[in-house]
């Protein structure tokens, strides 16, 4: 990993580029460096669309926090909430964006313990607590009730997969739909670290913000929540029949799409046959940036079935 100053003229640098316009430029001029995917599955080749403009981005007090939030699309389509993963995030969600804002009320608030969401009175750079998985959850259904949001579809990345198998967990009724993106609600294999073709400039990125968030909120909190995330278990979901449920995860030599349905198998026999899975054969832990079409395609088929319009 590599190391910046840790400087307060750095981190002001940074922390200004994570709130503002610069972060989806950098995450472009990574990304479209060479040794990114340029094949047929990114649909322009080299590299994303710009990040859409928000058309809300605001600090909102709820549960105890002050939460960033980007809200995009129209206000009044289906609201469809995007989780992050761990010590990212809303914006590794840029190769979504353009193709969601059309349809749907895209909500995107920063987690707890990341980006510029903070514990109301904790400045940021000061010491913080790190929150658990579940008060994550809360936190998500607390910003979905300030904002009006009736009930709503979940994309999670990552850890943002297990926060939103929490939120369905705790709060049926709010959930529509969930589809877990390189995701499973338990901490079970490593992490896929590279792909083909080789992403080299998309794992140095991330690398670095990895290294961003831990400066901003802090050592203790970065490890607080990596050891939850070792023993996390919302395993459950697979359980409940009521719920469309999309799984799209990366295969590599060391996990296949066998591994992942016989995980859900343990849970309810029936959930393989329910549970709609999408397979990426060595594309790494972040296919939204290395498979792009085919995760747009699975994505936007899934919630265009599951948000139709009821009776």
């Not at 640098?13 to 060479?34: D, H, S, V």
């Not at 710009?50 to 939030?69: D, I, K, N, S, W």
């Not at 206000?75 to 059309?102: C, E, K, T, Y």
Request: charge should be negative; aromatic fraction near 8%.
């Amino acid at each position: 990993m590599r190391e910046r100053d840790a400087s307060p003229s750095a981190r002001t640098t940074w922390r200004r580029l994570l709130r503002g316009g610069g972060w989806p430029l950098l995450a472009l001029l990574a990304l479209g460096a060479p040794g990114c995917d340029r094949s047929d599955e990114n649909p322009r080749g080299s590299g994303i669309e710009a990040a859409p403009a928000p058309v809300q981005e605001r600090f909102v007090r709820t549960a105890g926090y002050r939460v960033l939030v980007r809200e995009f699309g129209d206000p009044a389509g289906p609201p469809v909430v995007l989780i992050h993963g761990f010590m990212r995030n809303g914006w590794s969600f840029i190769p979504l964006l353009p193709v969601l804002q059309d349809r749907y009320h895209v909500v995107v608030p920063d987690l707890p313990g990341h980006g510029e969401t903070y514990p109301e009175g904790v400045r940021p750079g000061a010491t913080e607590p790190a929150p658990p998985f579940s008060e994550m959850a809360e936190v998500v259904v607390a910003v979905a009730d300030q904002l009006g949001l009736g009930p709503f579809a979940i994309v999670g990345h990552s850890l943002g997969g297990v926060v939103g198998a929490q939120v369905a967990l705790a709060h049926p009724e709010r959930v529509r739909a969930l589809a877990l993106l390189e995701s499973t609600p338990t901490y079970q294999w490593p992490k896929a670290g590279q792909c083909i073709p080789n992403c080299a400039a998309l794992l140095v990125f991330e690398d670095d913000v990895i290294a961003v968030n831990r400066r901003l909120h802090g050592q203790a909190v970065y490890n607080a929540l990596w050891k939850e995330y070792e023993v996390a278990d919302a395993t459950a979901i697979f359980a409940r029949p009521d719920l469309p449920i999309l799984w799209m995860m990366n295969t590599d030599s060391e996990r296949s799409r066998a591994d992942f349905l016989k995980l859900a198998a343990g849970v309810d026999p029936e959930a393989p046959e329910r549970v709609e899975m999408v397979t990426f054969e060595r594309r790494g832990h972040f296919p939204q940036w290395t498979a792009t079409g085919p995760v747009r395609r699975a994505v936007t088929e899934f919630l265009a079935r599951t948000l139709a319009p009821q009776g």
